[in-house]
């Protein structure tokens, strides 16, 4: 393990080292182009380049370097490593208002991460981003803690007016407070063929997230279950999480009642 380490430790203690790689993994290049994708000086880049070479990973060919098979696979591997950590290094501050609680969960689930959270200056950015969702969706499907901040319900509400496909199952608490906010525009909302109201009284972790499917992204929604503080929004493209969300999304859609049902929630008589 040692030397596996010593191993690890000589690719990504230099940076040059890495972009050599990176660049070779491409095509071949000379060492004129590889000081200038590595920004390393001549003697630096003489260096890397007889270390590559002492470990097979490159070979010159004339006046050009590329990998070797071996150091193809190093390259493979360490971008895949190096992708890992980066989306690892993205989410480890929200990761307990993530829903791992979830069977199926994981974080290697995840590609493409955009994080927005609340902060001491600007607390809108979660806001504002899953407004951008809204907008560049034309279907809307989720279960869980709904985002209860007036900038999105406007949004939101103002599509599912309009032309938004809108399918979602709420805990009856979440759509309690949908009712506080504006019953008569919700309920106007419920009475269209484009938006489909459920509710179902057991959700995981009903009290900490929300996940959204949008046409091809895939939203959490993570809420500090004691404060009840927004934490973050975290969406993704990544096609194995969607089409996880998508299976949670169906098992509980299965569970849920229909509006119709709870008539002690929806007091349509009081709405003009």
């Known amino acids: 393990m040692d030397a596996t380490l010593d191993d690890i430790a000589f690719l990504v ?10 660049t070779l993994h491409e095509h071949s290049r000379d060492r004129r182009e590889l000081r200038a994708a590595t920004g390393a000086s001549s003697p630096t880049i003489g260096r890397v380049l ?25 390259a493979d591997r360490f971008a895949a490593f190096s992708e890992a950590m ?17 069977d199926g969960f994981g ?17 809108y950015e979660p806001v504002e981003r899953l407004a951008g969702l809204l907008e560049g969706t034309t279907t809307m499907r989720g279960f869980g803690m709904a985002m209860l901040k007036s900038g999105n319900l406007e949004s939101f ?23 506080s906010w504006d019953e008569e525009t919700v309920v106007e909302a419920a009475t269209r063929d484009n938006y489909t109201v459920l509710l179902h009284d057991d959700l995981p972790m009903d009290d900490r997230c929300g996940i959204c499917l949008f046409d091809d992204r895939v939203s959490l929604c993570c809420y500090d279950h004691e404060s009840g503080a ?25 569970e849920a009642r229909p509006l119709e049902t709870a008539a002690d929630l929806l007091s349509v008589e009081s709405v003009p």
């Open 13 to 22: 203690r230099s940076k040059h080292r890495v972009r050599v790689l990176e």
């Open 50 to 74: 007889t270390d590559l070479e002492d470990r097979h990973w490159i070979e010159r060919e004339d006046a050009t370097y590329e990998l070797t098979t071996l150091g193809e696979f190093v």
């Open 86 to 102: 980066t989306v690892e290094r993205r989410i480890r501050e929200v990761w307990p208002w993530l829903p791992h609680g979830i």
């Open 107 to 123: 974080v290697e689930m995840f590609t493409d991460v955009v994080l927005s959270r609340p902060g001491p200056g600007y607390p």
């Open 157 to 179: 509400f103002d599509r599912a007016l309009d032309d938004l496909e809108c399918e979602y199952v709420y805990p009856p608490a979440v759509f309690e407070g949908l009712l």
């Open 230 to 254: 927004l934490r973050s929004l975290v969406d993704t493209g990544s096609t194995e999480l969607y089409r996880w969300a998508e299976s949670q999304y169906g098992r509980y859609r299965a």
